[in-house]
T-cell receptor, first 118, second 114 residues
Framework: DGGITQSPKYLFRKEGQNVTLSCEQN?????MYWYRQDPGQGLRLIYY???????QKGDIAEGYSVSREKKESFPLTVTSAQKNPTAFYLC?????????????????FGPGTRLTVL | QKEVEQDPGPLSVPEGAIVSLNCTYS??????FMWYRQYSRKGPELLMY????GNKEDGRFTAQVDKSSKYISLFIRDSQPSDSATYLC??????????????FGTGTSLTVIP
């Protein structure tokens, strides 16, 4: 049963703590993404990765860090430097075929993690 | 100015109504246009996508793209209570051989009243 899993579903953090959100996919997708969703803001890109051991900052990368040591995993760490971390975090993945002339790559989303800072 | 503008609503319609959802954008390089549906506390799921200008129909859903006006629409005919969700538009320029970054609208919250 292929898909994207995110854990945990709900996460509570005290101020000043770092916390890591998990994202795993078994779709054999090359590209993975992290978005943050806030009311009235839509989805904003935090980081994305096109290939293992490589990733790029999105629009709101400050206070976040990622790693891509394995193709199927793209964990996101919310650090204490992120001033307003309470949000719904969504992970996505898409096929990225280098050299392909078919540029359309649907992004498949995980179920999300709701992070609340206490 | 945001790359993509979308009226957040909320939009409330009676069952059976025709719903029109819209987005405008500023980047003329966008070629791929997507509509995602997101139920409460769930991840978005792709509803429809179109390339360049034109219409695409899938059942009760029709997506329209007007690149000259930088305007896209999603129409829902014979709306059902199960259509109640947030609808997000997304766009990409997607040059070949690059991982694509999508630009999302804020989402429009739709409620279909039985």
């Amino acid at each position: 049963d292929g898909g994207i899993t995110q854990s945990p579903k709900y996460l509570f953090r005290k101020e000043g703590q770092n916390v890591t959100l998990s994202c795993e996919q078994n779709l054999n997708h090359d590209a993975m993404y992290w978005y943050r969703q806030d009311p009235g803001q839509g989805l904003r890109l935090i980081y994305y990765s096109q290939i293992v051991n490589d990733f790029q900052k999105g629009d709101i990368a400050e206070g976040y860090s990622v790693s891509r040591e394995k193709k199927e995993s793209f964990p996101l760490t919310v650090t204490s430097a992120q001033k307003n971390p309470t949000a719904f975090y969504l992970c996505a993945s898409s096929m990225f075929a280098s050299g392909s002339l078919d540029p359309y790559n649907e992004q498949f989303f995980g179920p999300g993690t709701r992070l609340t800072v206490l | 100015q945001k790359e993509v503008e979308q009226d957040p609503g909320p939009l409330s319609v009676p069952e059976g109504a025709i719903v029109s959802l819209n987005c405008t954008y500023s980047n003329s390089a966008f070629q791929y246009f997507m509509w995602y549906r997101q139920y409460s506390r769930k991840g978005p799921e792709l509803l429809m996508y179109t390339y360049s200008s034109g219409n695409k129909e899938d059942g009760r859903f029709t997506a329209q793209v007007d690149k000259s006006s930088k305007y896209i629409s999603l129409f829902i005919r014979d709306s059902q209570p199960s259509d109640s969700a947030t609808y997000l538009c997304a766009m990409s320029d997607v040059p070949p051989n690059t991982g694509n970054q999508f630009y999302f609208g804020t989402g429009t919250s739709l409620t279909v009243i039985p």
